[in-house]
């Protein structure tokens, strides 16, 4: 089993930033992909950005240019730096992991954390 801790949402103004961290514990050894999703108000989650333990990186389009993931397999930790928030990133922000290089249905979640951008 892997735990997942999420920390360093809050309220930013627009044009702001946040980082969140996500912390693993447990059997971390097994997990080569880690990732952040979103889940705004009413609608469906949405997967952010992944990393892979060789530190390959994706991005979806809404937020490539702006949110940036890394990952400290020391700490084994994972970041996801955010930068020029917008409204529309309102929403419950997720860590996961997964013991594939795929993370559209993974393993393991964090309990979330709230991010709420102001206009």
């Known amino acids: 089993q892997v735990q997942l801790v999420e920390s360093g949402g809050g309220l930013v103004q627009a044009g702001g930033s946040l980082r969140l961290s996500c912390a693993a514990s447990?059997?971390?050894?097994?997990?080569?992909?880690m990732g952040w999703f979103r889940q705004p108000p009413g609608k469906q989650r949405e997967l952010l950005a992944t990393?892979?333990?060789?530190?390959?990186?994706n991005y979806a389009d809404s937020v490539k240019g702006r949110f940036t993931i890394t990952r400290d397999n020391a700490k084994n930790t994972v970041y996801l730096q955010m930068n020029s928030l917008k409204p529309e990133d309102t929403a419950v922000y997720y860590c996961?992991?997964?013991?594939?290089?795929?993370?559209?249905?993974?393993?393991?979640w964090g309990q979330g954390t709230q991010v709420t951008v102001s206009s």
């Open positions: 996961a992991a997964d013991k594939h290089v795929y993370i559209d249905y993974p393993d393991y």
């Open positions: 990393i892979l333990r060789s530190g390959m990186t």
């Open positions: 447990g059997s971390i050894l097994s997990i080569n992909a």
